[in-house]
């Protein structure tokens, strides 16, 4: 917990913060970055639909990125694709980064966002990146995260941000 009090200390955000932005570009950029990690093992598909701007913190939704995507990579242990989808659905936007990775066994689907919950080897994971993308999604942006998965079939992972922040966010 002293680990998390610390980063959330250092990802502090304040108002000003707050910026307009396009989730699509967000999420283009976010793609490009990872990528290069895959390189061909991974297939990574698109399915933008059409956006309005986001009143958001986009740095803190970069992070929510990089962890959806790079966690849905890891858990394609040989070739695989991943999917990420966009559509407005008012008042929010919904994000979905799917995998056809190894699953979420669902012994393990309830601790899924607690902090220090890792299904990697001791090691490869702090167990961190799913607790604070929950935190970003919900606590600060007010929105929503949740996922279905199926073993040996892959994981979708749902997140939805409201358009606009209201001030208690």
Do not use: W
Request: net charge negative; hydrophobic share 35%.
């Amino acid at each position: 917990s002293g680990i998390i009090r610390s980063l959330k200390t250092f990802a502090r955000v304040n108002a000003n913060d707050l910026e307009q932005v396009d989730i699509n570009d967000l999420l283009r950029n976010m793609i490009k970055l990872t990528s290069t990690v895959f390189r061909s093992r991974i297939k990574m598909h698109t399915e933008f639909g059409e956006l309005p701007k986001v009143h958001c913190y986009p740095g803190l939704l970069n992070q929510v990125f990089l962890n959806l995507i790079v966690n849905a990579g890891q858990a394609i242990t040989e070739e695989g694709t991943i999917t990420v989808r966009t559509s407005a659905e008012e008042p929010y936007v919904h994000i979905s980064v799917a995998d056809s990775g190894t699953g979420i066994p669902t012994s393990v689907r309830s601790k899924i966002f607690s902090a220090g919950f890792t299904t990697k080897p001791i090691g490869e994971g702090t167990g961190l990146g799913l607790a604070i993308t929950h935190e970003i999604v919900e606590d600060t942006h007010g929105g929503k995260i949740d996922f279905e998965s199926e073993p040996g079939q892959g994981t979708t992972f749902h997140v939805r941000i409201p358009i606009e922040q209201s001030d208690s966010n």
